[in-house]
């Protein structure tokens, strides 16, 4: 089964073609990053217009690229919710169309469920259930993935998203945006002890998660050595944040693991593409005999042959959408 999918959630346009949930056929991303640096941050206004602008053009690359003509499409997907919802509704209508003229089922894919299914692409033998750590801009959840669409949350941040963080201390430090790889960059061969960061403890769930007293920390430090005109040690900044951040999440997600029976983790989402995040989890993987599965780079952010790949799985399961589909800024797992 060959399926068209759409994303626009944010600051990616993104066309794919994948057939059968597992293989990529096409794979077109444009990437506005540069359109925003120089806001430091997303402007959603734009985001939006430039998804109208570049979204035609990107279907029939991945037509092309696929090698296929549009009769040979058998269902569109769409990531509809969450995201920034003027973007998300530029890929929502554009879905509805296409398969509207193609005369094939439509269905809507929530957005992160198609970062944990970029691992299906990747790994051929990954099946639930799992437990996954899915660390995005604007999420940061563990769930338990009991089949490819029966999934439970089972810990979650109860302010920041991990991703929001990265950001943030790239912000304060004048790294360019998107931040999370540019202190990814600087961590590397920075001293991790360098500064004490919080490691937060949330009352009530232990795999609940919580940054932003570490990005107020972060804050404060950058601008107590302004005012003091002291210097600072950036690289270790940046790798002690890093620590942190790391310390919040890949303890929880082994002990989420054993408690819950799974012998598999699974991570997902922008902040999977983080190389000391990457490292923690592989060495605590292999110290409590976990399988453990994570996206390459490349399929770490947004693209649209993941949400093609859960679309399959939505699809099976009965997941149909009709022309009334809406698009929505939130939406439960
Ligand atoms: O999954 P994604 O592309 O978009 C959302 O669905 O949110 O994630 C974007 C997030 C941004 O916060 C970005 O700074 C972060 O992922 N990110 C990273 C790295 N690459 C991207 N964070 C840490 N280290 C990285 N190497």
């Known amino acids: 089964m060959?399926?068209?999918?759409?994303?626009?959630?944010?600051?990616?346009?993104?066309?794919?073609?994948?057939?059968?949930?597992?293989?990529?056929?096409?794979?077109?991303?444009?990437?506005?990053?540069?359109?925003?640096?120089?806001?430091?941050?997303?402007?959603?206004?734009?985001?939006?217009r430039c998804h109208v602008e570049s979204i035609s053009l990107l279907t029939e690359r991945a037509l092309n690229a696929a090698g296929l003509e549009r009769g040979d499409i058998d269902a569109i997907a769409v990531s509809y919710a969450p995201g920034l919802i003027g973007a998300v509704l530029v890929g929502v209508n554009f879905a509805k169309s296409a398969a509207a003229a193609l005369g094939v089922p439509l269905i809507p894919v929530h957005h992160i469920r198609g970062h944990m299914a970029a691992n299906y692409l990747a790994y051929p033998e990954l099946e639930p259930p799992y437990l996954c750590l899915a660390i995005s801009g604007g999420n940061t959840l563990l769930v338990d993935v009991r089949a490819y669409t029966d999934m439970q949350i089972i810990g979650a941040t109860r302010d920041d998203a991990a991703g929001e963080c990265f950001d943030k201390t790239a912000r304060v430090l004048g790294l360019p945006y998107p931040g999370g790889k540019a202190v990814d960059e600087l961590s590397r061969g920075g001293d991790d002890q360098r500064y004490a960061f919080p490691v937060a403890h949330v009352d009530g769930n232990p795999f609940d998660m919580s940054f932003s007293g570490l990005k107020t920390a972060v804050i404060n430090l950058v601008h107590n050595a302004e005012q003091k005109g002291e210097a600072l040690d950036r690289a270790g900044l940046a790798a002690s944040f890093t620590r942190a951040v790391s310390e919040s999440l890949v303890p929880r997600t082994v002990q989420a693991a054993r408690k819950l029976g799974r012998d598999t983790v699974v991570a997902a989402g922008g902040v999977a593409a983080n190389s000391r995040i990457r490292a923690d989890l592989q060495a605590a993987a292999e110290a409590h005999g976990l399988r453990l599965f994570i996206p390459p780079l490349s399929l770490c952010g947004d693209n649209a042959a993941m949400i093609g790949a859960q679309a399959y799985y939505e699809y099976q399961s009965g997941i149909r959408a009709g022309s009334e589909l809406n698009a929505y800024a939130t939406m439960d797992l």
């Open 2 to 48: 060959k399926i068209m999918a759409f994303e626009s959630t944010c600051d990616e346009t993104a066309v794919a073609v994948v057939e059968d949930g597992r293989k990529i056929l096409s794979n077109e991303v444009f990437s506005q990053a540069k359109l925003h640096a120089v806001y430091g941050g997303v402007v959603p206004e734009i985001a939006s």
